[in-house]
């Protein structure tokens, strides 16, 4: 008679994962702040003459404005919350000494890194279809209340669906590269406290340092400085939507490189960053020893 396998399966630590996420509290704090947050910069938006106007005389010019902020709103409200939520089920489990419990009982290294990338994986979904229909119901809502009807937002040139699949794109981009990062963070320092000030500090170091290597550039004469700007990730990051929609160029929230990068640029730094941080985690998960 055949004995069952004592080793997890990938199914169930998945689950389980998944659990450790639905039971941290920041969580939902952090989801509960940025609700307020959205609601508050939303109702700004469309409290200004500009936006009413350009609603009524040009539909299409209102739906670009409207992918450029919400775009960039999710971008930025769900890159720190994953970043947040990655360095914590990773770090968690090396502050509080839970790794070695989980790879005693047959959970193997490799199989719990890809059981926490699917999670919140998972969670970086939910929050974009979240924040999609929240994004619908607000300017369905305003549309209503200054036209009297959506008509106009449904009869767009086909374009316009076109630049709202990059948006979508380049919001699933960043999803995955914020996963990526905080756990890298996390497991790099083998610390909750180092993975999430790491991760939380790293995009703001990136796009500030374009400032910097600007202003070393205007001292120091040396245009090197500025071409060094091309490999940052941040900056990267925010170029993507210009660079992919044809004919036109979605403003940028954040900094962009201090000099023309091309798009296929743009996926070659993104990548390597993408595959230094994959590469980076589970060699360190393989080779080291869990002592703590």
Known sequence: MATKSAHPSFLGTVGGELLKLSRQRSLYVMLGAGALLFTFVGLAIFSADNVRTSLK?????????????????????????????????????????????????????????????????????????????????????????????FTPLLTLPAIAYTYLEITILVGLLSVAISILLGSTAAIVGRSLAFGIAVALSFFPADNFGTLILGLMTRITHIDAWNKATAYLLGPNLNVLAAKLEPGRQARALFATPNVSVSTEHVWAVIGVYAALFLGVSIVLLLRRDVLE
């Not at 770090?91 to 490799?110: D, F, H, K, P, Q």
């Not at 999609?132 to 607000?138: F, S």
């Open 57 to 149: 005389a040009e539909p299409l010019a209102f739906f670009y404005n409207f992918l450029d902020i919400m775009g960039g709103l999710f971008d930025t409200g769900s890159g720190i919350v994953l970043l947040i939520c990655a360095s914590r089920l990773f770090g968690m489990e090396y502050s509080s000494g839970t790794i070695r419990i989980l790879l005693a009982r047959g959970a193997g290294r490799v199989q719990l890194y890809f059981a926490k990338l699917i999670a919140l994986a998972v969670l970086g979904v939910v929050l974009m279809v979240g924040f999609a229909l929240v994004a619908l119901g607000l300017t369905y809502g305003y549309a209503m209340s200054v036209t009297g009807t």
